[in-house]
């Protein structure tokens, strides 16, 4: 069993940064890829990122490109999201998650995914002022 513990959320005035983090403990074997996912109030919970083990896989959601980068530090068992140019919408719990996944042609779908993440955190709450 994995655990998922992530920091780093808080309140940040509109076009501010945020940088969260998540520590994974337990055996992350093979493949292990690790994103984040968002959910505003009222909202469905909604792809932001990932990256897989190897780094030769990273995904972005449209809204966050160009804003948002996703690394990782497998040393630590660790993922990171730095979050700049932060918007009201931005607003939301932001949930890291894991799972193995392997690399394949054409694979952004599998590793978008909700259903590809089998584990979860509880979340931590970033909210932009705007």
């Known amino acids: 069993q994995v655990q998922l513990v992530e920091s780093g959320g808080g309140l940040v005035q509109t076009g501010g940064s945020a940088n969260l983090s998540c520590a994974a403990s337990?055996?992350?074997?093979?493949?292990?890829?690790m994103c984040w996912f968002r959910q505003a109030p009222g909202k469905e919970r909604e792809f932001v990122a990932t990256?897989?083990?190897?780094?030769?896989?990273?995904y972005y959601a449209d809204f966050v490109r160009g804003r948002f980068t996703i690394s990782r530090d497998n040393a630590k068992n660790a993922v990171f999201l730095q979050m700049n140019g932060l918007k009201p919408e931005d607003t939301a719990v932001y949930y890291c998650?894991?799972?193995?996944?392997?690399?394949?042609?054409?694979?952004?779908?599998?590793?978008?995914?909700?259903?590809?993440?089998?584990?979860w955190g509880q979340g931590t709450q970033v909210t932009v002022s705007s």
């Open positions: 337990g055996r992350t074997l093979g493949e292990y890829a």
């Open positions: 998650a894991g799972g193995r996944i392997e690399p394949a042609f054409n694979d952004r779908a599998l590793y978008t995914s909700r259903e590809r993440y089998g584990d």
């Open positions: 990256i897989s083990w190897s780094r030769i896989r990273i």
